[in-house]
C-alpha cells in the first residue's frame, strides 16, 4: 500500500472519543476541584472571569468561615450574616481583593469584624446566644470561648484554631504583638480554668483547629445570591446618596433664593426714658375710705348741707 494510500485510510476511519473528565460532567466536583487547586496553587488553574474567580473563592471558603463566626459569636443566623456581608465587600471591591496576596484572610478579617460587632446587642434577634452545640468538651468549649472578652476571643481562633503566627495575628486584630500575646495568655488561662482537661496549650490547639477546620451546617447562599445581594445593596446605596444629594441642592437653592440680598441693619436695642411716672392701679382703701364711701353712697344727694332744702 503506497503511502497515499494509507493516508486517505486513516482519514476515512473514524477515531475513538477521547474520555471525557469527570470535572467537566460533574459542576459540583469541578467547583470544588477547582476552587481547592486555587487555593493551594493560584496560577495552576486561574480562572477565566471574575464572576469565576469570585464563585470559587466563595465555594471553599465560606463554609469555614460560617463556622468561624459562629465560635466567635454564637449565633448561626448572625454567622451566616457575616459571611454574607464579607463577601458582599468583596465582590463591591473585587480589583483589590482578587490581587490580594490572602483573598481568604481579607474576607475573613471582613467576617470576624462583623459578627463581633458590639452593635448586634441591640438588636433582639441576636442579644443572646444559641445553645451550645456538640458533646462533652465540645459544647464547654464554646461556651468558654463566649465568656472571653471579644478580642481575646478572636485571637486564640486565630492562633491556635488557624495556626497562624502571633504577628500576623497582631496585625489582623489591629493589635501590637505583645498586646496579641497578653491576649492569647489570658484566653487560654481563662479556657483551662472553665475546662481543666485543656490545659495543655497543644491538647486546646488540636481542639481548636479541629473546631475551625470544621464546615458549618448552616445554610449558605448560593454564590450568584451573594453576588446579587451585593450588587442590589450597591444600587441602593446609590440611590440613598443621589437622593441625599439632590435634596441638598434643592435646599442649597431654596436659600439662595429667598436669602436677602442687601445688607439690613438689626433693631437698636431699646433704652430707659426717664421722667414717666410708673405706672400703677388704684390704691389699696383703708377702713376710713371705706366708711366713707358707704356714707356717701348711702345718702341721697351730695353736696355742701347748704344746697340741701331742709324738710318741714
Do not use: N
Amino acid at each position: 500500500m503506497t503511502q497515499g494510500t494509507m493516508s486517505e485510510a486513516q482519514a476515512t476511519e473514524p477515531s475513538e472519543p477521547a474520555p471525557t473528565p469527570q470535572s467537566a460532567t460533574d459542576p459540583e466536583t469541578a467547583t470544588e476541584s477547582g476552587a481547592a487547586s486555587a487555593a493551594t496553587d493560584p496560577e495552576a488553574a486561574a480562572p477565566a472571569t471574575p464572576v469565576e474567580a469570585f464563585d470559587a473563592l466563595y465555594a471553599y471558603a465560606a463554609p469555614h468561615l460560617a463556622e468561624q463566626a459562629y465560635l466567635l459569636c454564637g449565633r448561626r443566623r448572625l454567622a451566616r450574616e457575616a459571611v454574607e456581608v464579607a463577601f458582599h465587600r468583596a465582590w463591591d471591591r473585587w480589583p483589590e481583593v482578587a490581587v490580594d496576596r490572602d483573598p481568604v484572610g481579607w474576607v475573613r478579617a471582613e467576617a470576624h469584624q462583623y459578627a463581633l460587632s458590639p452593635w448586634h446587642r441591640f438588636r433582639p434577634a441576636h442579644r443572646h446566644p444559641d445553645p451550645a452545640t456538640g458533646k462533652g468538651r465540645t459544647r464547654e468549649l464554646r461556651a468558654a470561648l463566649l465568656e472571653l472578652p471579644p478580642p481575646y476571643r478572636r485571637t486564640l481562633l486565630l492562633f491556635d484554631g488557624l495556626g497562624m503566627g502571633l504577628p500576623e495575628v497582631a496585625a489582623e486584630t489591629e493589635a501590637s504583638t505583645p498586646a496579641a500575646g497578653h491576649r492569647l495568655l489570658h484566653a487560654r488561662a481563662a479556657v483551662a480554668a472553665r475546662v481543666p482537661k485543656l490545659a495543655d496549650a497543644e491538647a486546646l490547639r488540636t481542639r481548636m483547629a479541629e473546631l475551625a477546620a470544621g464546615r458549618s451546617a448552616t445554610v449558605l447562599p448560593t454564590p450568584h445570591a451573594v453576588r446579587a445581594g451585593g450588587e442590589r445593596r450597591v444600587r441602593l446605596w446609590t440611590r440613598g446618596t443621589v437622593a441625599l444629594t439632590a435634596l441638598i441642592v434643592t435646599a442649597t437653592a431654596f436659600t439662595l433664593a429667598t436669602a436677602p440680598t442687601r445688607y439690613e441693619p438689626p433693631l437698636a436695642p431699646g433704652e430707659a426714658v426717664g421722667g414717666v411716672p410708673v405706672l400703677s392701679g388704684p390704691q389699696h382703701l383703708t377702713p376710713e375710705d371705706e366708711e366713707l364711701r358707704a356714707r356717701l353712697q348711702a345718702e341721697p344727694m351730695t353736696g355742701p348741707p347748704r344746697l340741701v332744702p331742709a324738710p318741714h
